[in-house]
């Protein structure tokens, strides 16, 4: 953020190339950014309005420290999943200081990408001779934009400086602001996207709303997760969580964010071209390479197998060396035995056709085990034992086309359908103190991968439901991003990370419920202690 926020600032530059070709298919977000250097004498034109634009969206995976490889890893290695690379041991002892270059990475990464956010938000509005509803849905795309990256600052770091204009000469950092002010930017940016937004691959007056660019569904489906992130938390700072404490300041009650979330859910499960799979054969197959943005997803960080275009995301959660990923590191980030036998159910049929019950490396073969919770280990070439590996890898980022490790065309998926609908389960249960009325949006999830038994939340207590929700998110989510937020809202963290690592790896304080602003923000930054 030193960047954005002192007065060595001397110029802005937009992305050359267009990031966001998905599959390599000319027809996904095909607007190419041009070259420039004075940010002001380029908004001329619609094509000058939609290059900056691509240039907003290519900025979420630029950068080693957002969506195209740390980002990812840091948020998994601070749950309670099990472990990722060594580079992220702090974040799984809950040890992160102000200093760690992870965490000053992604922070200088997210705000990079606001910055080129707030260009688009701010010029757009005066360019000369653009179709009007092409000039309201760029900007609610980019609002969009700016509401996913000041959420994830506000969900890891707490209170952060919040800058909604372009940077002008001379400008000195900005204090922190509240957690309103900063929640009342998201709401409103995500607002103004729901309505300005356009459907999946919608064609107006000409112009295409190219598959991977955000629709009215995912601006939908991201604000019901926002009010749920802020009912939960509000929730249980108000129960004493001291970890949440900083949600004691918004001025609404838990009830109004979870009629808020109830409302955007609905809202976003109408949109047309959004779909659940319809059976267990048609899940199966939403989490391979080639499936991108299908019906199940709301919005995805575009992976391409272009030199250039793709993401470490198959590298990160794959084995290393089995032919399943692009080459070099891998297998960073694995499932710890505690967490599945702990915290989801893996008879699950999501779990179990998430993960990759088989693969090879150059000398060994590894067979997922009875207790599906690690491999067998045998040696290939004579099939001898060799012991056993404690550890589960998700089939859910398989990309076996991927050449390097960022060649990768394996998406991120930021919102599923599904979230949604736990989100809404959540929300009515909750809002009404009746587990029961969540029955119907668990169970259209467990329908569609044919389980035999549906959820009933009849008779069970408000914490018992949240534990059984919990359970449902963890076989649905896992390692998707989301487990991390979901231990802190819920104000559960320290309680399941001692259950996955122990009483000293495990033991998390309220301290811990947000990263430190890094060193390097507030060293350069006078208006942060």
């Given at each position: 953020?030193?960047?954005?926020?002192?007065?060595k600032?001397t110029r802005?530059?937009?992305?050359?190339?267009?990031l966001?070709?998905?599959l390599?298919?000319?027809?996904?977000?095909?607007?190419r950014?041009?070259?420039?250097v004075?940010?002001?004498?380029?908004y001329?034109?619609?094509s000058?309005?939609?290059?900056?634009l691509?240039?907003?969206?290519?900025?979420?995976?630029r950068?080693?420290?957002?969506?195209?490889?740390q980002?990812l890893s840091n948020?998994?290695?601070?749950?309670?999943q099990?472990?990722?690379?060594?580079n992220?041991?702090d974040?799984?002892?809950?040890?992160?200081?102000n200093s760690?270059?992870?965490i000053e990475?992604?922070w200088l990464?997210i705000y990079?990408?606001?910055?080129d956010a707030?260009n688009v938000i701010?010029r757009?509005?005066?360019?000369?001779?653009?179709d009007e509803?092409?000039?309201?849905?760029?900007?609610g795309?980019?609002?969009?934009?700016?509401?996913?990256h000041?959420f994830n600052?506000?969900?890891?770091?707490?209170?952060?400086?919040?800058?909604t204009?372009p940077v002008k000469p001379?400008?000195v950092?900005?204090p922190?602001?509240?957690l309103e002010?900063?929640?009342?930017?998201?709401?409103?940016d995500l607002?103004?996207?729901?309505?300005?937004c356009?459907g999946f691959?919608?064609?107006r007056n000409?112009f295409?709303n190219?598959?991977?660019r955000?629709?009215?569904?995912?601006?939908?489906?991201l604000?019901?997760?926002?009010?749920?992130?802020?009912a939960?938390?509000l929730?249980?700072a108000i129960?004493?969580?001291?970890?949440?404490a900083?949600?004691?300041?918004?001025t609404?009650?838990?009830d109004f964010?979870?009629?808020?979330?109830?409302?955007?859910?609905d809202?976003?499960?109408?949109?047309?071209?959004y779909?659940l799979?319809s059976?267990?054969?048609?899940?199966r197959?939403?989490?391979?390479?080639?499936k991108?943005?299908?019906?199940?997803m709301?919005?995805?960080?575009?992976g391409?197998?272009?030199?250039g275009e793709?993401t470490a995301v198959?590298n990160?959660f794959?084995?290393r060396?089995?032919g399943?990923?692009?080459g070099?590191?891998?297998?960073?980030?694995?499932?710890q035995?505690?967490?599945?036998?702990?915290?989801?159910?893996?008879?699950?049929?999501?779990y179990?056709?998430t993960i990759?019950?088989?693969?090879?490396?150059?000398t060994?073969t590894y067979?997922?085990?009875p207790?599906?919770?690690?491999?067998?280990?045998?040696?290939?070439?004579t099939?001898?034992?060799?012991g056993?590996?404690?550890r589960v890898f998700?089939?859910?980022?398989?990309?076996?086309?991927?050449s390097t490790?960022?060649?990768s065309q394996?998406?991120w998926?930021?919102i599923?359908?599904a979230?949604?609908?736990?989100?809404?389960?959540e929300?009515?249960a909750?809002l009404?103190?009746?587990?029961?009325?969540?029955?119907p949006?668990?169970?259209?999830?467990r329908?569609?991968?044919?389980?035999a038994?549906m959820?009933?939340g009849a008779?069970l207590?408000m914490?018992?439901f949240?534990?059984?929700?919990?359970r449902?998110?963890?076989?649905?989510?896992?390692m998707?991003?989301?487990r991390f937020?979901?231990?802190?809202?819920?104000g559960?963290y320290?309680e399941?990370?001692?259950?996955?690592?122990?009483?000293?790896?495990?033991?998390r304080?309220?301290?811990?419920?947000t990263?430190?602003?890094?060193?390097?923000e507030?060293?350069?930054?006078?208006n942060?202690?």
């Amino acid at each position: 953020m030193k960047t954005l926020h002192t007065n060595k600032i001397t110029r802005i530059g937009l992305i050359l190339f267009l990031l966001f070709l998905v599959l390599g298919c000319e027809n996904y977000l095909e607007e190419r950014p041009l070259t420039q250097v004075d940010i002001d004498a380029f908004y001329q034109n619609e094509s000058d309005a939609l290059a900056g634009l691509t240039a907003a969206y290519a900025q979420l995976k630029r950068g080693n420290g957002y969506y195209r490889q740390q980002f990812l890893s840091n948020l998994y290695a601070a749950s309670d999943q099990g472990q990722s690379s060594f580079n992220h041991r702090d974040f799984r002892f809950g040890t992160i200081i102000n200093s760690h270059p992870l965490i000053e990475r992604s922070w200088l990464d997210i705000y990079a990408a606001i910055k080129d956010a707030n260009n688009v938000i701010s010029r757009v509005p005066g360019v000369p001779e653009i179709d009007e509803e092409l000039r309201l849905r760029i900007l609610g795309e980019a609002r969009f934009l700016r509401a996913l990256h000041y959420f994830n600052l506000v969900r890891c770091y707490g209170e952060v400086p919040l800058r909604t204009t372009p940077v002008k000469p001379g400008e000195v950092g900005l204090p922190k602001s509240s957690l309103e002010e900063i929640y009342n930017v998201i709401t409103e940016d995500l607002s103004f996207a729901a309505e300005h937004c356009w459907g999946f691959n919608e064609n107006r007056n000409g112009f295409t709303n190219d598959i991977g660019r955000v629709t009215k569904a995912s601006a939908h489906g991201l604000l019901t997760k926002v009010y749920v992130q802020m009912a939960s938390s509000l929730r249980t700072a108000i129960e004493g969580q001291a970890g949440n404490a900083i949600y004691l300041t918004l001025t609404q009650s838990p009830d109004f964010y979870y009629q808020k979330a109830i409302e955007q859910a609905d809202l976003c499960l109408q949109q047309p071209s959004y779909v659940l799979s319809s059976n267990l054969n048609e899940f199966r197959v939403i989490f391979d390479a080639d499936k991108g943005n299908n019906s199940e997803m709301l919005f995805d960080i575009q992976g391409a197998s272009i030199a250039g275009e793709g993401t470490a995301v198959s590298n990160l959660f794959s084995p290393r060396n089995s032919g399943l990923a692009g080459g070099g590191f891998g297998g960073v980030n694995r499932l710890q035995p505690q967490f599945i036998n702990e915290s989801i159910d893996k008879t699950d049929p999501r779990y179990i056709n998430t993960i990759i019950n088989f693969y090879q490396d150059e000398t060994r073969t590894y067979t997922l085990g009875p207790g599906l919770t690690g491999y067998i280990r045998t040696i290939t070439a004579t099939g001898a034992p060799n012991g056993n590996l404690s550890r589960v890898f998700t089939s859910k980022y398989i990309d076996t086309g991927a050449s390097t490790e960022y060649t990768s065309q394996q998406n991120w998926h930021v919102i599923r359908l599904a979230d949604v609908y736990l989100l809404r389960a959540e929300a009515l249960a909750e809002l009404n103190q009746n587990p029961a009325l969540a029955n119907p949006d668990i169970n259209i999830l467990r329908s569609r991968v044919e389980m035999a038994v549906m959820f009933d939340g009849a008779g069970l207590t408000m914490e018992e439901f949240r534990e059984a929700l919990l359970r449902e998110r963890g076989v649905e989510l896992f390692m998707e991003g989301h487990r991390f937020f979901d231990l802190t809202r819920m104000g559960i963290y320290d309680e399941y990370c001692r259950r996955t690592y122990g009483n000293n790896v495990g033991a998390r304080g309220a301290e811990d419920y947000t990263w430190p602003i890094p060193l390097i923000e507030s060293s350069a930054n006078e208006n942060i202690d």
